[in-house]
Each structure stands twice: as C-alpha cells, then as structure tokens.
C-alpha cells in the first residue's frame, strides 16, 4: 500500500494487535480473526536475538502474511542496523517500518530511506532513552512508538513513567503543528488503554490483551475498544 494511500484511524485512537501474542502455528487463523473486528492495522514484531533476546518473524513470514490479509501491516523492527533490511522488508509486503533510535545512528537517513520506499517511517524509543531523540526527525516521522516495556517479549506490564513521555511527545507535537502519530506498544490491556489514550496516544499496540481474551482476539480488540469509550476523564499516574 503506498504511503499516500495508508487509512487515518478511523476514530481518535485505533488498535494494532501485535502477532507476537498469536499462535506462530496458525498466524493465518489469527490474521483472520481480527479482519473485521476493528484492528486498523497488524503489528508485526521482528526481533534479532541481538538488540533484543528473542528471535521472532522475518522477511519469509512477512510475505505470507501479505498474501494472507489487506491490512495494513506495520513492522517493528527490533534489530541491530535496520538499514540494511528496508528494501527485503518493503519487498516483502510491508506498509510501515519502525526502527529503534538506539540502533539508528543516522536516523534521519534511515527514516527518509523508508519513505522514499513508499512506507510509512516510524522511529521507536526504549524507556529508558529520553523523549527528545526524536524531536529533531519528527517531520519525517510519519509515527512515533514509545515502547512502554523494554521490548524483546510479550505479557509485561506497562512501565508508568513511559506515558510521561508520551504527554510530552504529545506537546511537542502539537506544538509544531505535525500529523506524526504516537503510538504505545507493551502491557496495554484495558485497563490502562484509556490512560495511554489521555496521554496522547493514537495508536495502541496490544499482544497478550487481545489474543489472551478468552473469547478470541476478536473480543480482545471490542474488549479495548469499549475501555476506552467508557473511561471517565482518566489522568496518567503522578511521575
Ligand atoms: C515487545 C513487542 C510488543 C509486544 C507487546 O517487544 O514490541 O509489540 O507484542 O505485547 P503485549 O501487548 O503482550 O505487551
Ligand atoms: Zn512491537
């Protein structure tokens, strides 16, 4: 899907159910399931065993998801010198590609090479990187993910403090008058959705919450959904 083509959420925030949580023997029933069911969008978690201490999809898993599904399919990258891989990855099906300011040294290089491959750019921070390193690429960021665990594995719990930062990306983009998104990926359930949402997140990822619903992903993703429109006027936690 060419970037220019890539659909706006559709309501204020939308959900994008990260396949790390579904069952790798039957991605295809997974991708499935969710068509229909108010996922926007698929994330997609590739791990290098490197930058992180787990092995997940590459490109192989990417181009058989494609032809498995007409969502848009958003990768997160977690691997050491991403650079290298844009053109297989884009190749291979994807629609938006995340890579980690931590092992981007030319960030903004790497950001504009994703776009100049029709894909949507996305930059990712650990909690532990401050929230400025990514001012300076916003404007060729067509999406911001602050990781709200410490990324690498699935059923953590969400770091509190990291929605500090999303308030803060939040004013700073909205100060500069930018359309970049923010998304929050790790422990989102909901019982923090709203919270994320309140901080300024638009796009929530979610693994465990929406393929450990009892009911089926389906219900997972209604399950946020409906979290988030009935929460009151929630606050983020103190820092
Ligand atoms: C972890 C991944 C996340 C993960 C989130 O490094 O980036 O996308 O799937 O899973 P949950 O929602 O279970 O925290
Ligand atoms: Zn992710």
Do not use: Y
Not at 179 to 195: K, L, M, P, W, Y
């Amino acid at each position: 899907m060419p970037r220019s083509t890539w659909p706006a959420c559709a309501g204020a925030v939308c959900i994008a159910p990260s396949l790390l949580a579904a069952d790798f023997g039957h991605l295809a029933d997974a991708v499935h399931a969710l068509e229909g069911a108010g996922a926007e969008r698929l994330h997609v978690d590739v791990m290098d065993g490197s930058f992180v201490p787990n092995f997940t999809f590459g490109t192989d898993t990417v181009r058989a998801l494609r032809r498995e599904t007409s969502l848009p399919l958003e990768l997160h990258l977690m691997i050491r010198e991403p650079e290298r891989h844009l053109e297989t990855f884009a190749a291979a099906g994807a629609d938006g590609i995340t890579v980690h300011q931590e092992v981007s040294p030319h960030l903004h290089r790497t950001l504009s090479a994703i776009r100049a491959l029709d894909c949507r750019s996305g930059a990712a921070i650990n909690p532990s990187t401050p929230v400025t390193e990514l001012h300076d690429v916003l404007d060729i960021c067509d999406l911001a993910l602050v990781m709200t665990i410490n990324p690498g594995f699935g059923g953590q719990r969400l770091i509190p403090h990291t929605l500090h930062k999303v308030a803060a990306l939040r004013a700073e983009i909205a100060r500069r008058g930018l359309s970049t998104e923010i998304e929050v990926d790790g422990g989102v359930d909901v019982t923090n959705a709203a919270e994320c949402a309140a901080a300024g997140a638009t796009v929530l990822v979610a693994g465990t919450a929406v393929f450990g619903h009892g009911d089926g992903p389906a219900a997972g993703v209604g399950a946020i959904v409906a979290a988030l429109s009935t929460a009151g006027s929630p606050t983020i936690p103190p820092q």
